[in-house]
């Protein structure tokens, strides 16, 4: 148990779909973390939330709408994907330091039919 | 995008057996970090490396940075089946956000 939640854990979707993943940390961190986990890829950074403004967008496509109400929650809200952005999705949060170290949800397994 | 080498990408091993994985790359980290992470899991940090040349023990397992703060291996010694998971080296440029390897999945058979 890291301290950080998210649900669902599993998800399976249709393009025309919509739907939103959870994260919650209880580690009281000003930073959140979206990051994409495909096969054969590096861990892939998505949005980054300080204090609940977006600091950065890595170029992520539109289809993929993240929301921060406060510094202990994130969401990312999902529409019409493609199936090449099944992936892992996981949540993380830091305090910012230095070092910026990650503590990281069990991620949202997505699959895009 | 700053590329973090990880090598080797896959290893198998026996229990007992000693193994290091490297973790390259041509920038230079303010700090390193190195996280495991286990099948239906999220990555977990292991140990953070700052200064250039050092060196630090957890039980079994021993990290160092490179003396030029670009490079960084991860030593374990007497692996064990629990040592198993995908090992993720990740690189501090700024305060804002870490670069990841390319991981090496390590798998510990009895």
């Known amino acids: 148990e890291t301290g950080v939640t998210q649900t669902p854990r599993h998800l399976v979707m249709g393009m025309t779909n919509k739907k939103s993943l959870k994260c919650e940390q209880h580690l009281g961190h000003n930073a959140m973390y979206w990051y994409k986990q495909s096969a054969k890829k590096p861990l892939e950074l998505m949005f980054v939330y300080n204090f609940k403004e977006q600091t950065e967008n890595n170029s992520v496509p539109s289809r993929f709408s993240p929301e921060c109400p406060n510094s202990s929650h994130l969401f990312l809200h999902l529409h019409t994907l493609q199936p090449e952005d099944s992936a892992l999705y996981l949540c993380?949060?830091?305090?910012?330091?230095?070092?910026?170290?990650?503590?990281f949800g069990p991620g949202t397994r997505l699959t895009v039919l | 995008t700053q590329l973090l080498e990880q090598s080797p990408q896959f290893l198998s091993i026996q229990e007992g057996e000693n193994l290091t994985v490297y973790c390259n790359s041509s920038s230079v980290f303010s700090s390193l970090q190195w996280y495991r992470q286990e099948p239906g899991e999220g990555p977990v940090l292991l140990v953070t490396?700052?200064?250039?040349?050092e060196v630090k023990k957890l039980k079994r397992l021993t990290f160092q940075f490179g003396d030029a703060r670009k490079d960084s291996s991860l030593h374990i010694t007497a692996a064990q089946p629990g040592d198993t998971g995908l090992y993720l080296c990740?690189?501090?440029?700024?305060?804002?956000?870490?670069?990841f390897g390319t991981g090496t999945r390590l798998q510990v058979t009895l």
């Open positions: 993380a949060s830091s305090t910012r330091t230095t070092h910026n170290e990650q503590f």
């Open positions: 490396v700052v200064t250039g040349g």
């Open positions: 990740a690189g501090a440029l700024t305060a804002s956000k870490l670069t």
